[in-house]
Structures are given as C-alpha cells and as structure tokens.
C-alpha cells in the first residue's frame, strides 16, 4: 500500500531511509535545516518542503530522525499541531526512553497514534535498507507501521508499549560499546604478543569470540575490508554518537539501580574519546587511544 509520508530529518541516516521510501513507492514529503541534506534528498526523489510543518501538512504517517531527545519534543510539539488528525507518528531517532513516552503521549493527545521505533545498522543500513527496528507501541500502532517500516529495514522487532524500542536500543548499543573495546583491546594485546591481526581475526571470527563488533566492524585494517579501519575510521557509527547512546544507557541504569558497571565504564570512555574531531570518527577508532593508553 502506498502512503503519503511526511519525514523530518534528511541527514546522514534520514535521507538514505526516506530515499528507500520512495524506491518502496511510497509517496515522501521531507524537510531538513540542512541545504546539502534537503538537495541531497531531492536528488532521491524526496519532494522537499519549505518547513517541518509544511512535510507533514498531508501526511498519513510522520517519521522523524533527529540527533536528540529534546529535537524530538520541540518538533513534536509543533508537527502534532500541523499533521492531519490520526496521522501515526514514527519516531526513528535514539532518546531517552522517557523522552519517548512523553513524545507518544504528546501525539496522542493532539488526537494521533505513535511509535518509537529506533534502528540498529548505521549508515551502510540505512543505505542498504538493512536495518534493524526496534518498536513501542500498541499491536495496532505495530501492525500499521510494519510494512512501512520494512521498506527501510531487514528486521522488524514489536518491543512491548511505549519506549520499549527505546528500551531495547539503549541496551543493544550498549552490549555493541563494551564489545567493541574489548575486541580493541584483544588486538592490541595481540600486538604486543607478536599475534598478525590476520590471525587473531581467523581464530576470534570462528570461535568463542566472535561478535560483530569484530566480524562486520574490524577496528583494524585488513581482515574485513568493507570495515571503517580500512578507510582511516570514516564513520559509519560515529562515536560521538555512541556515546551518547551510552551516555543514555547509564542514566537509564542508573534510574533503575542497576550496576552495569561495565557499560559506565564503556561510556566514561567513549565520552572521553567522542570530544573534538575524534567525535566525527566510527567507533571502532577508540582502538587508538587503547594504544596510546599503553604506551
């Protein structure tokens, strides 16, 4: 079924997700702050409006993809107000999940339905329609949002009601930020025993350490080409924003009492690393600084 869709949001992950919208069929009115975002899209052949409001004037489902919780609750404030009545909102963005409660109970009650639905799969996802949905919302709002989703994604995950997918991000990211120092630091012991990357890779990728912070997103150079580390570290997941994902998951932890002191100690690091130019690099370039750190 085609819809008319509103989506907010062009950037690095937005524009390639509204542009497999449109390969879907779907009809997409989007709107970004950004000129090279909103050229960029129209190139895709997203129609680009002249404001938020404007994007979401006609549309039957609004999806946003913003940088943080209150880019969520201000645009909300205002695209409720300017979407038709019983419009679904589609929230793709990583925020706190009660930020994302209080989005749906905003949309709600200007007389819509709301998801939170943030993904897993970073840009080459978003580029390839391969990413992972992590869903809140009721079985109907599910339901609705699931063929529109799957244009944009592999996998498509009902996480329970609102925040849930929130919920299930927060940790997901979390379990990838402890995983992928780890490995980092797994390679440079491995340096420092004489092991070749080449074959601590063969036998972590085929054993008990294998994960995909080693088997898709190598942080050294060689063993999976298509990796960030054999393009000096241009991001695919940039580690400023790990660490804000982690950054969020520790205040989540820390809101429900629960230890994870691991996780903190992933985010204490990633914050740390994310600050200047650094915050622009993948994830995987924290190896660096595990280097640097034992020298």
Same mark, same amino acid.
């Given at each position: 079924?085609?819809?008319?869709?509103?989506?907010?949001?062009?950037?690095?992950?937005?524009?390639?997700?509204? #542009?497999?919208? %449109?390969?879907?069929?779907?009809?997409?009115?989007?709107?970004?702050?950004?000129?090279?975002?909103? !050229? +960029?899209?129209?190139?895709?052949?997203?129609?680009? *409006?002249?404001?938020?409001?404007? *994007?979401?004037?006609?549309?039957?489902? $609004? %999806?946003?993809? =913003?940088?943080?919780?209150?880019?969520? =609750?201000? &645009?909300? +404030?205002?695209?409720?107000?300017? #979407?038709?009545?019983?419009? /679904?909102?589609?929230?793709?963005?990583?925020?706190?999940?009660? !930020?994302?409660?209080?989005?749906?109970?905003?949309?709600?009650?200007?007389?819509?339905?709301?998801?939170?639905?943030? $993904?897993?799969?970073?840009?080459?996802?978003?580029?390839?329609?391969?990413?992972?949905?992590? %869903?809140?919302?009721?079985?109907?709002?599910?339901?609705?949002?699931?063929?529109?989703?799957?244009?944009?994604? +592999?996998?498509? $995950?009902?996480?329970?009601?609102?925040?849930?997918?929130?919920?299930?991000?927060?940790?997901?990211?979390?379990? /990838?930020?402890?995983?992928?120092?780890?490995?980092?630091? @797994?390679?440079?012991?491995?340096?420092?025993?004489?092991?070749?990357?080449?074959?601590?890779?063969? $036998?972590?990728? &085929?054993?008990?350490?294998?994960?995909?912070?080693?088997? &898709?997103?190598?942080? %050294?150079?060689?063993?999976?080409?298509?990796?960030?580390?054999?393009?000096?570290?241009?991001?695919?997941? *940039?580690?400023?924003?790990? #660490?804000?994902?982690?950054?969020?998951?520790?205040? *989540?932890?820390?809101?429900?009492?629960?230890?994870?002191?691991?996780?903190?100690? #992933?985010?204490?690091?990633?914050?740390?690393?994310?600050?200047?130019? @650094?915050?622009? /690099? !993948?994830?995987?370039?924290?190896?660096?600084?595990?280097?640097? !750190?034992?020298?």
């Amino acid at each position: 079924m085609t819809h008319s869709i509103g989506f907010v949001g062009l950037g690095n992950m937005g524009g390639p997700m509204a #542009a497999n919208l %449109v390969k879907a069929g779907h009809r997409v009115t989007g709107y970004d702050l950004s000129d090279v975002a909103r !050229d +960029r899209a129209a190139g895709h052949g997203v129609t680009v *409006a002249g404001s938020a409001a404007a *994007a979401v004037a006609a549309a039957e489902a $609004v %999806v946003t993809m =913003l940088p943080a919780g209150r880019h969520v =609750l201000e &645009t909300y +404030r205002e695209l409720t107000e300017a #979407a038709p009545s019983g419009a /679904l909102f589609v929230d793709c963005s990583t925020i706190a999940v009660g !930020d994302a409660r209080i989005a749906a109970d905003l949309a709600r009650t200007a007389g819509h339905r709301a998801v939170d639905a943030p $993904v897993s799969g970073g840009v080459p996802g978003a580029e390839a329609a391969s990413l992972t949905f992590m %869903v809140g919302g009721s079985d109907g709002e599910f339901a609705e949002v699931e063929p529109v989703l799957a244009a944009m994604g +592999r996998k498509v $995950v009902h996480c329970g009601p609102a925040g849930a997918g929130q919920a299930a991000k927060l940790c997901n990211n979390m379990i /990838l930020g402890v995983s992928m120092i780890a490995v980092s630091e @797994a390679f440079v012991l491995g340096e420092s025993l004489g092991l070749s990357h080449q074959a601590l890779f063969d $036998v972590a990728a &085929t054993a008990s350490g294998q994960c995909w912070a080693l088997t &898709t997103n190598c942080p %050294v150079p060689g063993p999976v080409p298509a990796s960030p580390a054999n393009r000096e570290y241009a991001a695919g997941f *940039a580690a400023a924003l790990m #660490a804000k994902d982690l950054g969020l998951a520790a205040d *989540a932890a820390t809101a429900c009492a629960v230890p994870a002191e691991f996780g903190r100690r #992933a985010a204490e690091s990633y914050a740390a690393f994310a600050q200047g130019e @650094a915050g622009g /690099l !993948d994830f995987s370039a924290i190896i660096t600084t595990l280097r640097e !750190d034992g020298e």
